[in-house]
């Protein structure tokens, strides 16, 4: 196979040398391990933080062009974790925040059907936003409590 010049619909062995004791799911010896180059690579070109008035939470919204896959392949992990993926266009990906450990969302990848995006390394690696400094102030959750009191005398009850 040629390694300089690659066209769309190629297919060739891949040959995948772990750093680990885990097991490689692809044997290559057993059964062939085929791989589909693929000329056209999603690109990102920004990528922000959005509030969802509707359903009342954070959003991740990934632009660019080229984008492939469904809901299902694609993810954002925000150190290590996965966000719900909300909709994917051509040209727009949407994650919810749903799985995070404070207030800043940092150590980000993305990840389509067919990898990481052109584009990666300079706009979603090293990529940070704050919800207390950024948009904090200005989003207030409204929390109602509501509950049944079944004595007078409840003393230091802390809510």
């Given at each position: 196979m040629d390694t300089t010049s690659k066209t769309d619909g190629l297919q060739g062995k891949l040959i995948v040398f772990l750093k680990t004791s885990e097991e490689a799911v692809c044997q290559p010896d057993n059964a062939p391990c085929q791989f589909n180059y693929v000329a056209n690579i999603p690109e990102v070109t920004?990528?922000?933080?959005?509030w969802d008035e509707t359903n009342l939470y954070w959003t991740v919204v990934v632009t660019g062009t080229g984008f492939t896959g469904t809901p299902a392949t694609t993810e954002l992990n925000v150190a290590g974790r996965p966000q719900t993926t909300?909709?994917?266009?051509?040209?727009?990906?949407?994650f919810r925040v749903s799985d995070i450990s404070g207030w800043t969302l940092s150590n980000m990848n993305v990840y389509f059907d067919v990898g990481l995006p052109k584009g990666f390394d300079t706009v979603v690696r090293g990529k940070s936003f704050n919800f207390r400094q950024d948009s904090y102030q200005s989003r207030q959750t409204l929390v109602q409590l509501v509950a049944q009191c079944w004595s007078p005398e409840l003393k230091d009850l802390d809510l």
């Open positions: 920004d990528m922000v933080t959005e909300v909709s994917v266009t051509s040209t727009k990906a949407i």
